[in-house]
């Protein structure tokens, strides 16, 4: 987690339809100061910080107002780094489903429980592909790529309050109208819903751009290692992910290597590409391996080939791949290269995996 940044490295400016700086007093300014640099701030917010926001709930739910005809009101606060958004909900309101831009950050319930839904392309179609209850005081994180909606649970006396906080300032957000299966492109001092005046553009979803992905697998099961492999994938994920910032970057953990077909099934499914492919764990005489030694696997060349002549793995123009496994670079690695078209980076000795970069 972060130290707690200082209140006078982010100085909060009203963004446009905010209400004016000076109605924030001068304890709460500091605090959402440090907010918005925890948008920015790749752990997101601090043990602390959310402490600090539970215990000065009341003082910041006095800055919403009731919302009228909406699902929430909006009292959102600039700064350079990010925008911090306070939103007073009606009892039982739902938005519409939504992104922030390309932006990242996290949400907070200041009062009451809420109920999210998030959306995944299936095709050219958008659909719900689960939700999360979220009580009140746990933050979440949103991520650059997330579309989702949120819902107010309808327990809360006047409705829920929730703070978001997104870096940068999104200049843009996509709604989606799934009814009529479009994206609204909206811009200006407009929230989650279907607007229903102003110029804002709408396309269908069929012809919206999916960003392309940056996979990285990692066996849990096949030989000694695997706990440790989970740490270097979630390290090389966030590592991946500042240098992607416009794709998506995916960990998945894998015990069979059915995981691993059907995890390329639903990027086809999802009408999505890859950018990047990235395997850690173990490999053997075909390759990587998957299940466990009592019950090893591996996929065969022979598999392979059937894999790529069928385009089940969505290799974006330029994909490579990389396999973070002992001996891959001797004969797998230019065998998968041939076989599916794109550059491939394996080693040619035995690996293990360090807290250092550079080992």
Known sequence: MQSPASPSSAPVAPAVGASPAAAVPPGLAALLAEVAAAAAHPDGPSASLVARLAAAADELCA????????????????????????????PGARCAAHDHGGSRGFVVPLRGAFVETRYGWHGDALIATGSIDHAEGRPFAVGAELIHAMADDGTTAGGGVTLHAYAPPPARMGVYDLDAGELIDVVGDVGAWIPTGGAHPRVPLATVRRPEVVWIGYTTQYRG????????????????????????????????????????ERLGAEGRTLRELHFVGHSGMYGVMFGSVAWPEQLSPHEWRA?????????????????????????????????????????????????RPDR
């Open 307 to 355: 894999l790529a002549a069928r385009g089940a793995l969505p290799f974006s123009p330029g994909g490579q791949a990389y396999f973070h496994a002992c001996r891959t670079g001797r004969w797998f690695a230019p065998f998968f290269a041939r076989t599916f078209g794109v550059t491939a980076h394996g080693h040619h000795g035995y690996t293990t995996v360090s807290a």
């Open 225 to 264: 290692g695997s706990a440790e492999f989970a740490v270097a994938a979630a390290t090389l994920a966030r590592e991946l992910a500042q240098r992607h910032g416009d794709a998506e970057v995916r960990l998945c953990p894998l015990e069979r290597k059915a995981d691993f077909v059907a995890a390329m």
């Open 63 to 90: 800055l919403t107002t009731a919302p009228s005809g909406d699902p929430y009101s909006r009292r959102v606060i600039g700064t350079p780094v990010a925008e911090v958004m306070l939103a007073r909900w009606q």
